[in-house]
């Protein structure tokens, strides 16, 4: 046979298929097509796939495109809803190159009045995977740019909890001048068990794996009582490769976020910020935000980068104006418990009349400490003043916050108080079931007069406060941790001056009140004061409690109890100088911290008045002679009388 016959028998063959599809599709169109595709799909997918409308194909090299009317592609059986998709109309460009290499690429996708339904099963099963098992991860069209007009779009995740219905729409090219259509969207449901109610827009085509084309966006959300206001570009929807917008969030506590973003967030009052929030490989950017938390103000950068065992957040905020109450949360406080405090640290005097207060002020609210495996932290918070009551002055907040493999750390942790500074050192460690806590700190230089500018009479008082202290305890509340607390606690002041009139009200010298209240108070020398406690399982013993003048010296005794939060401690006093008339009675600060009492011995007090009375029934000179406070008529150095109190505190 010559070559040329064998040419022509070749390419007979090799056109015979060609001419016969050409034939076919001149006598039926491309409806010849849908049955081959339908029963194709079914025996790679086992899921139907119905085109009842016409299917018609627009010739290009190397993307042709497909038309087809009535278009439903089925659920597998453990899915919800029925069909997966279905469509009155579907316009699809398919890349041919990619199909010759087995992948199913769709470069545009249009569908008309879509219904949509994704669904993560239990198993990990996804109903978009085309494998029979919806499960291999590679078994699925990837769809580059999609339009949906006028359709409905639905997403369930049982693990989850979240299953969210959404219903979008092109705005008509006429109202939106001309201009392409852009999407609207309006979805309701719930997000991993909160709901959820959003609505905004995007742009004409959702750019579903465009990683370098930005993807206009303004979304307004609710997530449970969470407000999120969003508007800027997203780039890539399907990966999220890069993210540029403008960010508003308000709620209750930043607690609340910890569903949204899976990372521990502390419990705080109402909040509001708005920033700019960026998005580019593995990290995540909140940068120059602003806001109130409670009546504090907040500004900074925090960053969260992923890609390691856990997130770390990093973030540096100051706040100009810092209200003490917005630290409660925090700490686990009840609500109004931090005002109680101060109110019951200011607490001078019997409180018998006083409104019933609550049995505990310790903050008692247990810490989220199982969130603390979520992530790792690096925090900086500079305060530069602190909104507090009178009683309280406080300033000048500065603490470097680290969290790491859960535990958390507060160092430093320093802060003004009355013209001092308080500097600590705080660690919890969170890895077992109770937290084990230790703090340790120093006092330096507070000033006396301006540690409690709320009581006038200690306003002129001059001296500079020392101490330190290191407790340790465990429990999962401050008060926990304080109830089985152990360590020490000292203060000291060393030099100074004090009213007078506080220290004769001390001593109970009741001439020398009356003539102070009549000409004038005056200022006198505080040679020492010392304060030491030992910790032992929450309860703090008094080892040395002393305030000495140059008119009187007062020697505590006693103990305070951290888990009961109960007080038990007695004055006496010691008077240096003759006074004619004076009660000479030990002073108790009994009680429990939210509601403290302040008395004297009011048996000692009667018998020394009924004494007096009974002598000034003989004569009126000698009533005076129970009331004569002689004193002892001398001073001791300080060292001494701290040896003195702590012979009497071991007997």
């Known amino acids: 046979m010559k070559i040329s016959t064998l040419l022509k028998a070749a390419a007979a063959l090799l056109l015979a298929p ?61 899915a919800k809803e029925a069909q997966m998709v279905s469509a009155e109309a579907v316009e699809i460009t398919v890349d041919l190159p990619q199909l010759l290499r087995r992948k199913m690429v769709f470069p545009d996708v249009r569908l008309q009045r879509p219904v949509i339904f994704l669904e993560l099963a239990g198993e990990g099963r996804k109903n978009w995977l085309l494998d029979p098992q919806q499960q291999d991860e590679a078994a699925h069209i990837r769809i580059d740019r999609l339009r949906l007009d006028q359709g409905t779009l639905g997403f369930d995740d049982a693990l989850e909890k979240t ?4 219903e979008l729409s092109t705005v008509n090219a006429e109202l939106a001048g001309g201009n392409d259509a852009g999407l609207l969207f309006k979805a309701q449901g719930h997000y991993k068990g909160l709901p959820l109610t959003a609505h905004g827009t995007g742009g004409p085509v959702l750019a579903l794996r465009d990683e370098v084309t930005p993807y206009p966006l303004t979304i307004d959300a609710s997530i449970a009582r969470t407000v999120v206001q969003a508007v800027g570009t997203v780039t890539s929807l399907s990966k999220l490769a890069a993210l540029d917008m403008h960010l508003k969030v308000r709620g209750d506590s930043l607690e609340q976020l910890f569903p949204l973003l899976g990372i521990a967030v502390p419990a705080t009052a109402a ?46 905020l100051v706040s100009k104006r810092l209200d003490l109450a917005d630290l409660g949360p925090l700490i686990g406080a009840r609500p109004g418990s931090l005002q109680r405090a101060k109110q019951a640290a200011a607490a001078v005097a019997p409180t018998a009349a006083q409104t019933p207060a609550p049995a505990h002020l310790l903050p008692d609210l247990p810490f989220r400490f199982d969130r603390w495996n979520s992530v790792d932290a690096e925090v900086e918070l500079h305060a530069k003043t602190i909104h507090r009551a009178q009683d309280l002055p406080l300033e000048n907040l ?26 600590a050192v705080i660690s919890l460690d969170g890895r077992k079931e109770v937290i084990q806590a230790q703090a340790r700190g120093q006092v330096k230089k507070m000033l006396l007069g301006q540690l409690f500018p709320g009581a006038s009479l200690g306003q002129a008082s001059v001296g500079q406060l020392n101490g330190e202290f290191d407790l340790a305890g465990q429990g999962n509340s401050v008060a926990r941790m304080l109830a089985g607390a152990n360590g020490t606690l000292g203060l000291v002041v060393a030099g100074g001056e004090v009213s007078k009139l506080m220290m004769e009200k001390a001593g109970l010298h009741l001439w020398e009140i009356l003539q102070l209240n009549l000409s004038g108070d005056k200022q006198i020398k505080l040679r020492c004061a010392v304060a030491d406690f030992d910790v032992k399982n ?38 240096k100088a003759t006074s004619p008339l004076a009660l000479r009675s030990p002073i108790y600060l009994r009680g429990s911290f939210a509601k403290p009492q302040i008395g004297v011995d009011k048996g000692r007090v009667a018998v020394r008045a009924l004494g007096a009375l009974a002598l000034g029934v003989v004569n009126p000179l000698l009533a005076m002679l129970p009331l004569i406070d002689p004193g002892p008529g001398k001073d001791s150095d300080c060292g001494q009388l701290l040896r003195e109190a702590r012979k009497v505190t071991t007997k």
């Open 398 to 423: 500065f603490v470097h916050l680290s969290l790491v493999d859960s535990v958390l750390t507060l160092k430093p942790l320093n802060f003004g108080v009355a013209g001092g500074q308080l500097d």
């Open 18 to 78: 060609l001419l016969l599809a050409v034939l076919l599709i001149a006598i039926f169109g491309w409806n010849w097509l849908r049955a081959p595709i339908e029963r194709l799909t079914l025996e790679k997918t086992g899921r139907v796939l119905v085109i009842a409308g016409d299917l018609e194909v627009k010739y290009g090299w190397p993307l042709p495109r497909l038309q087809a009317g009535a278009v439903t592609f089925a659920n597998p059986p453990w």
């Open 163 to 166: 299953s969210i219905r959404a």
């Open 271 to 316: 909040y509001a910020t708005a920033g700019h929030l960026v998005h580019s490989g593995n990290s995540w950017r909140y940068e120059d935000f602003s806001g109130l938390i409670g009546k504090t103000d907040i500004a900074g950068t925090l960053q969260v980068t992923r890609g390691g065992q856990r997130p770390v957040l990093s973030a540096k």
């Open 538 to 575: 929450g309860k703090m013993q008094a080892q040395a409690l002393i305030f000495d003048t140059q008119i009187t010296t007062l020697i505590g005794t006693g103990s305070i109890d951290l888990r009961e939060e109960q007080l038990d401690l007695t004055l006496n006093q010691k008077t």
